[in-house]
């Protein structure tokens, strides 16, 4: 039957600790320069962190020949890799992608409920909202041509929400990409954004729908990214967890020869005297 050292076991319970260590500190990276993204700072943080904890008990069993922490680990590596799928699964669901007309840009009904609470609530937007004009986001972008969704592909979500007014407002673009003239008529279409726009820097469409759906398709996003680097861990954990199996049995397997040779050696000993 195949035997794997469990030295190399080990080894291989390095990877998913370096990669939970990795984890954390991409999140502590994003705590200090994500600026107004810091959406994944938490999930990576504690999930970085029991990866890191799980992978480092399999580790010391492994290599120390631990029977009592290589279950420990199997046990929790179980809890863990129910955990990631679950979150996995969940946020598969909630970071679904919005149906919306792409030259309209999003709408923060577009989105699912559980990401709608990062717009809806007021303290949230509040802070957000602040964050967005500190960053001055929409500075420098100028341009020389009609509200046409086609020249503004090179802006992120969050810019084409929240630095121009909607397309369907019919405005037209003047001095540069920050200033738009209303018609005379008024707007094309009696919609809250194109009411709540105004060329004023500090106010723009920072109150319109648009903005928090732009901020939404960004957060969306990055919960997409968090969900592919879920299910690496998960292959990695499980593929290390099957290799532990192999560590327990390894231990038995020493254990039964030194038992094995301790019966043998104790009669002749006998028998000598």
Partial sequence: MLRINNRRVGILQALPMMVGLGAMG???YIGVHGGCD???QYPLLFGGLMVSVV???GLLGALCSLTAALYLYLLLAFFLLLAFASFTVAALFVSARPYHAPH????VRDFSPFLQHYVTHPSHWHDTRRCLLAARICLGLTLHANNDSRIFQHW??????????PVQCGFTLMKNSTFWDVPKVGPSMNDSDCMAWNNSEDKLCYDCDSCKGGVLANIRKQWRHLTIFNICVIVLV???YILGCYAIRNNRLDYSNYK?????????????H
């Avoid at 309209?104 to 709408?107: D, N, Q």
């Avoid at 992120?156 to 007014?165: D, I, V």
Wanted: charged residues 15%.
């Fill in 38 to 40: 810091k959406v994944l």
């Fill in 26 to 28: 991409g999140a502590l």
């Fill in 260 to 272: 094995s040779q301790r019966r043998i050696r104790i009669p002749s000993t006998v028998m000598h």
């Fill in 104 to 107: 309209l840009g999003f709408r």
């Fill in 238 to 240: 499980t593929t290390v």
């Fill in 55 to 57: 992978s480092t008990l």
């Fill in 156 to 165: 992120s979500s969050t810019q084409y929400g929240c630095c121009k007014p």
